[in-house]
């Protein structure tokens, strides 16, 4: 069971039970799950909004909803009860707590720390696991990332640029196939990120923690994935994108895309 929480949370977690129990088969892609209309929209909403209620949000997380909008990123995720979710290097878990609670006891929640960070972030990872009981740790080579179980949506919030990032030693591509593969048919993959300008490429990801959002999209397109949507929730006309991310000035405050893409069935 999950810890206990506000009634609304209680009451929101009954419901996602209950239409757990009608869910098509585990295996199942997303797209079969939409066709059959388990999960209405109010219900869905009423979920998250019970998930940014959850008591256990740290403070100093709560203070970042104004400029995060966790409601709207868990709507345009489709997160739903029963998904199994990976969050890439969840680090705080701001998203990994919210997931837990929408995808509720017969969901999953992988927080998925690689190797490279694994001593410095595994005990944030370990303590997300401790506090709810349907997250887990997962360790592994951002390479060759699995999981194990087929998934629904993999999340990856600000660590896109990153791994362009020579000390990752990844391979942006070859990343990209193995987490194409870790999806079920119909899955979502969701990139936010820091916004570069036109025409920078991935040039920018050490020096400003930036990337251009088309480029971005080129690659994971070319893994197989449906560019399926984007979000705005996140922008901000205000930021020029020539200034690092962690620049007092626009920390926080950074303009982000919001992508969503989809693994075809």
Known sequence: MLKPSISALAAALVLS?????????????????????????????????????DPLRPADEVARDAFRHPDQMLAF????????????????????RLFARVVGEEGKVYAFVPNRTAERENPGADALAAAYPNVSRVNGDLNTMSFPEPLD???????????????????????????????????????IDHAGRPGTGHSEVQTLHRIEGASLRAEIEAAGFVFDGESTALANAADDRTVNVFDAAIRGRTDQFVYRFRKPA
């Open 17 to 53: 039970a209950a239409v757990a129990a009608c869910s098509s088969a585990p295996d199942a892609g997303r797209d079969d799950r939409a066709a059959g209309g388990v999960h209405g929209a109010a219900q869905l909403a009423d979920l998250h909004r019970a998930a940014v209620a």
């Open 77 to 96: 995720a489709r997160l739903e009860p029963g998904d199994k979710i990976a969050d890439i290097r969840p680090g705080a878990g701001y998203f990994t």
């Open 153 to 191: 949506v993999i999340w990856m919030s600000q660590e896109y640029h990153d791994f362009h990032i020579p000390a990752f030693n990844t391979d942006v591509a070859t990343m990209n196939r193995a987490i194409y593969a870790a999806l079920k048919p119909g899955g979502y993959f969701i990139v």
